[in-house]
């Protein structure tokens, strides 16, 4: 069972910290800080190079982070919390990634909060710093935490879509 938490926490760590590295930059085929910045203003977002550096350290530290296995719940949470605002992007697509949908988000977040709840395992930072097993009620701390600080973010910084001309 360790084994396999070293394996889960490793990939979706370290996947979530190579997309905000491709959000600042242009390693791991990204568009660097211009195109991060690009990308949040076409979806809506208002802050710019402010808003795709926060997303991008933010994806990176939790990513890392939760790779790692240290502070797991609140590695957790800030996955969670990037997560949610690219679930918020995609929702009116729908469900599937084929249509651009919010499903890879959602698994993310799904799989942080898992890992909030079942601990990272024999085989992580918590573990040699005596930090785990982790309070269960620290799962709650990663849900309302992670998602709600998405959510905020989304209706903090996204614009309303302007109104159709003539309206």
Known sequence: MDTGMLILRLVTGLLIAGHGIQKVSYRLDGSGLAGGTEEFRHDGFRG???TAL???????????????GVLTPLAAAGAAGVMTVALTV??????????DGYEYPLVLIVVATVLA?????????DQVLGLAPWAA???????LGGVGSGLAVRVLLH???PAPAGS
């Open 48 to 50: 710019g190079t402010l």
């Open 54 to 68: 926060a997303a991008g350290a933010g994806q990176i530290g939790s990513g890392l982070l939760l790779a790692a």
């Open 90 to 99: 995609k929702w009116p697509h729908g469900l599937w990634v084929q249509k």
């Open 117 to 125: 709840l079942t601990g990272p395992g024999r085989y992580s930072v």
């Open 137 to 143: 009620w620290w799962v709650a701390v990663t849900l």
């Open 159 to 161: 614009r309303p879509a």
